[in-house]
């Protein structure tokens, strides 16, 4: 089976974690906000609808070392690292404003992704060599999915294409495939294709880490 990755989508670091285990369970939550106008007279108020709210992915992760002996915190540090503040990284709208953790993206699989930012991180060991090296680990982990990812991590102009209207340039990291790259710029994963015959890919299965694919407006 396919193994699932978190990784940063953002920043200098490419700090990847792949699954030891997948998970064997999930749940995303999705809500949105609803307000009431109560009324003395009424029974049942009006209700208005305030705003959506981020969905959420929640899921626990299994890690275990005790094939090969190694201490499983090694791992664990790699998931605290996607939760470090990046000092380059702006806040909000405001550029002056930096200083946060990388939005980062669940994937499983060739398709469906889910970019979002690390809320919670609960790590509980329950396996420890002689020596107190824990080797066996479960770690709960809450997502807020993220709707605007910062562009310039990924994705940046080049001259080729910076004067041709609606063409934009995507920088292949580790991890990415062509029909991933195709849903996540046009929501549909068979787009591929399209993606292969503006950059003339003989092999568009063998993308390769800093290679630059035009993104073409459909």
Known sequence: MEKAFIRAIEGRENIKVDCLFNPNAYTFTKKNSWT???????NIPKIKFS??????????LFLDTTTDGGDVRSVVTKLRKLMDINPD???GDNPEEKGRPPFVEFRWGNVWS???????????YTLFRED??????????DFLQAAQINKNSNKAQ????VGRTGYRQWTVREGDSIDWIAFSEYGDAAKWRYIADINNLDE???????QVLAIAPL
Request: net charge neutral.
């Open 204 to 210: 568009p299965d063998r993308l390769k880490p800093g």
């Open 132 to 141: 107190g090296i824990p080797v066996r680990a479960t770690v709960d982990l």
């Open 89 to 91: 990284l702006v806040r």
């Open 36 to 42: 009431s106008d109560k009324s003395i007279a009424e």
């Open 114 to 124: 889910f970019n979002a930012a690390i809320t919670s991180l609960v790590e509980k």
């Open 158 to 161: 080049n001259p080729t294409t």
């Open 51 to 60: 705003g959506g709210d981020s969905a959420t992915l929640t899921m626990q």
